[in-house]
């Protein structure tokens, strides 16, 4: 089984911070990487599929890289909404979460 | 617009079994696979398995393989996940959600994002 890992679990930020999250896969995934936002009491929301395909609707301040084993998900400029919990999740051979990282207001 | 409607929220004893119906509206429902996804209260997020509405076919995660049945019903274009012998760890929001589209499939299980979501079913196992 392929096992995710996210780093940091907590972010403390400001709103206008860039915020950078990374992910990391026990084993190489390609590109078959998705980030999600999830808030309290909601379902996720598909943000980047793909490891950098921006999902449509989604505000240009997110951004995806990486391939292989190693990811990252970037805020250019963190704003009042943008506060929540985000996952990765791998579709590489059947699905994993990773255990998310929660950005909190400083 | 496109959305996944689920059932409302069940609350179980020990040892019996839930069903849970995803209804989807604003797309064709046979062309997309569904999966669906457990979250425990104050917990990360758990794949459970995955449907084609097209053909049927399923796959499902070695957690819950023997206890969880998932079919679709594409007359009303609903989906359903039934799960049998429940514990009090089975205590979630349950999710349905939808494939992107432009995935890749192995075998009969195909991978993709998910890109529309269900609003969750909170299933509580409680004696």
């Known amino acids: 089984d392929i096992q995710m890992t996210q780093s940091p679990s907590t972010l403390s930020a400001s709103v206008g911070d860039r915020v950078t999250i990374t992910c990391r896969a026990s084993?190489?995934?390609?590109?078959?990487l998705a980030w999600y936002q999830q808030k309290p009491g909601k379902a996720p929301k598909l943000l980047i599929y793909?490891?950098?395909s921006l999902e449509s609707g989604v505000p240009s301040r997110f951004s995806g890289s990486g391939s292989g084993t190693e990811f990252t998900l970037t805020i250019s400029s963190l704003q009042p909404d943008d506060f929540a919990t985000y996952y990765c999740?791998?579709?590489?051979?059947?699905?994993?979460f990773g255990p998310g990282t929660k950005v909190d207001i400083k | 617009q496109v959305q996944l409607v689920q059932s409302g929220a069940e609350v179980k004893k020990p040892g019996a079994s839930v069903k849970v119906s995803c209804k989807a509206s604003?797309?064709?429902?046979?062309?997309?696979?569904i999966s669906w996804v457990r979250q425990a209260p104050g917990q990360g997020l758990e794949w459970m398995g995955w449907?084609?509405?097209?053909?049927?076919?399923?796959d499902y995660a070695q957690k819950v393989q023997g206890r969880v049945t998932m079919t679709t019903d594409t007359s009303t274009s609903t989906a359903y996940m039934e799960l049998r012998s429940l514990r009090s760890d089975d205590t979630a929001v349950y999710y349905c959600?939808?494939?992107?589209?432009?995935?890749?499939?192995?075998?009969?299980?195909?991978?993709?994002?998910?890109?529309?979501w269900g609003q969750g079913t909170m299933v509580t196992v409680s004696s």
């Open positions: 604003g797309y064709t429902f046979t062309s997309y696979g």
């Open positions: 449907i084609s509405a097209y053909n049927g076919n399923t």
């Open positions: 793909k490891a950098s």
């Open positions: 959600a939808r494939y992107l589209g432009g995935g890749y499939c192995s075998g009969s299980t195909c991978y993709d994002a998910f890109d529309i």
């Open positions: 084993q190489s995934i390609s590109s078959w």
């Open positions: 999740q791998q579709y590489n051979s059947y699905f994993t």
